[in-house]
Structure formats: C-alpha cells, structure tokens
C-alpha cells in the first residue's frame, strides 16, 4: 500500500515525510517523488513477541509518497505534479496551520487543484471515446458505456462533487478504477499547526480521519534521547505525539488490517485488505503458500493474550482450523498448512 503526501509548497509536507519515514527528504527527488517507509506501531507484536520469545521482530509498515508541492494559481502544472500519485491508494492532504489563512479554505483550493486534475484526465479519455466510437469496432458497444459513465463522473466534477460520492455499481468501478482519479481515493487531513492550538471543531471541519500535530516539534523531538524527550514533552505539557496516530489514520483510510505470523524464528505482523481471505493472506506471505493451501490454523489475539502463556493457548484450544474462504479478522495470529 502506498499513501501520496500532498498539499501546497510551503505546507510542511516534506518534514511530515521525514517525520512518519526517518528519511531526509532528497532535493534530486523534489520534482519526480520520494519513495519513503513508516513502521506501523503495534503493541500486540511486543504481547506475542514475549510469548515466542523470536529472534526477529517485524512490524507492519505504510509507504508514503512524498509528491512535489503544489502552487497556488499553476493548475495545469499542478495537475502534472498530482499524476505521480494516481496509481497511489489513499492521500495525505497536509494543510499549513502556521500562516494566517484559513485551513478550510486552503482545503477547499486543494480540493479544487483535485477535481481539476481528475477533469483533465476523463476529458482526454472522453475525446479518445467519442473519436473512437464512430467507427465500426467489435468493442464499440463496451466503448459507448463506458463513454456515458465517463460523461457522467464529468458532469459530477463540474459540479463540484467527487468521484467517490457516485453511486457506482461494481462493473462501473472497475474501468474507473484505472483512471487512477484522486476524488476517488480515500484521504486524510492533517493540519501542521502550532502545538496546542488546533481545536477539535476545526478539525471536525476538515472532514472524517482529519488530525493536527506540530510537524517540526514532532521531528525535533524525535532527534532527542528518550528521556530528554520526555523531559522537553513535560515541559511542554505535550501528553502525546501524533506522528504514530498519523500512520494509522493512513493505514485505516486504505482499509487494511493486520494479521500476524508467530513463531520462535519470527513474529511479525502484516498488511492485508479488509474482508481477504485466509488464501489470499498467505499469497501475502509467499505464492506458494497460496498455491498449496490446505488449512489455516487462526487464533484471535486477545484470546491469546487473555492464556497468558503458550501453554495456557494449547490448553483452551484457541487455535481453530479455517479453509481457504475464511475471511480473515484484524489479530488473527494464523499458522498456513500448504501442501508445497
């Protein structure tokens, strides 16, 4: 899963990536993106990792695309700026708390540079249709329903709405889906404001999965040792950092779950879309696990942690065995059986 940073130059955008990744953003990469990794915080894996006492630990992770600013009063430029994250799956929209401005209009501006681009990209496919459709091809009849569906999501960007808000059947949302649109994608806010004067109503404001933290605080604080943080942190009167709340406002916007493998070599957690099945959760471990499936043997986590112990777990018989339909929950510790 990959979540594209965007807002306007100037927003903080690129010390945010730095921030949730711990990579210096790179001045070669500033017009064509950077490619950065954030850990997932769980604490479920410290629980399991004391029951299996593992050599390795790994923990889920998010991929953040840090994209090139945006400028205000350049759409069509922006436009070009905004493709690098059409084949992303969710978006960052960061706002700059910091100036005098509203926030709410900044956000409307975005949103603006976002419908703005998606037009841009179904107006070229509505030509090509239309061009196309006036010739005898074996195709055209498919070629004609998807020029009204795309004439369709046209009129609703010229209205102001977004893609997201159609009423789409599933067969609409497959050729749509290749557009890459961003009102299509899922998103959060973050507003980068002063530590502690964000209010719960602006955020409100800002829509659902919005957040506010103090971007460059946060990055001067995590360069700090543990316990000068937390000293800096009381001083402050700063109960908590949002950087960890960021990334899982990203992964929960996706729709991803966690599952995890345990074991004495590794335990480790992993992504997976919500509503997979136990099949296609081990094509996430490995191809083969998916090819040879047999049986998943699953155990919820808090059922885990509620025995306490390894032995406690095979005495309550926790683990149950689940065919390959089985729709996979957020904390199922799952071992695969795989005839390969």
Avoid: C
């Amino acid at each position: 899963m990959q979540v594209g940073i965007v807002g306007f130059s100037g927003s903080g955008k690129s010390t945010l990536f730095e921030l949730l990744t711990s990579a210096r953003p790179d001045p070669a990469r500033a017009h064509s993106g950077q490619v950065g990794v954030a850990v997932l915080s769980d604490r479920r894996l410290d629980d399991l990792a004391a029951l299996h006492n593992p050599k390795k630990i790994t923990p889920a992770t998010v991929e953040f695309l840090d994209t090139p600013g945006l400028l205000k009063g350049a759409q069509a430029e922006n436009a070009q700026r905004l493709a690098l994250i059409r084949e992303g799956d969710a978006l960052l929209i960061v706002l700059n708390g910091f100036s005098p401005g509203d926030a709410e209009a900044e956000l409307r501006q975005f949103d603006d540079e976002l419908l703005f681009a998606d037009m841009m990209v179904l107006t070229n496919r509505a030509q090509r249709l239309e061009a196309s459709t006036k010739k005898p091809r074996p195709d055209r009849e498919q070629q004609l329903k998807e020029l009204e569906l795309v004439k369709r999501a046209l009129t609703a960007l010229e209205e102001g709405k977004t893609v997201a808000s159609l009423e789409l059947t599933a067969d609409e949302k497959k050729p749509m889906r290749s557009f890459g649109l961003l009102t299509d994608k899922p998103r959060v806010v973050l507003l980068n404001a002063p530590q502690g004067e964000a209010r719960d109503v602006s955020l409100a404001r800002l829509g659902p999965g919005s957040a506010a933290i103090d971007v460059k605080l946060e990055l001067e604080l995590a360069a700090l040792e543990p316990e000068e943080r937390a000293a800096f942190m009381a001083e402050m009167e700063i109960t908590d950092l949002g950087r960890d709340r960021v990334i899982r406002l990203a992964y929960d916007a996706v729709g991803m779950i966690t599952f995890f493998t345990a074991g004495e070599p590794e335990v480790r957690g992993w992504n997976l879309e919500r509503g997979s099945t136990a099949v296609e959760a081990a094509g996430k471990i490995h191809t083969d696990l998916a090819k040879g499936f047999v049986r998943a043997e699953v155990a919820a986590f808090d059922e885990i942690k509620a025995a306490g112990t390894l032995k406690e777990v095979k005495a309550r018989k926790l683990q149950r065995l689940e065919g390959k339909e089985y729709i996979v929950k957020d904390g199922d510790v799952v071992y695969f059986r795989s005839a390969l």
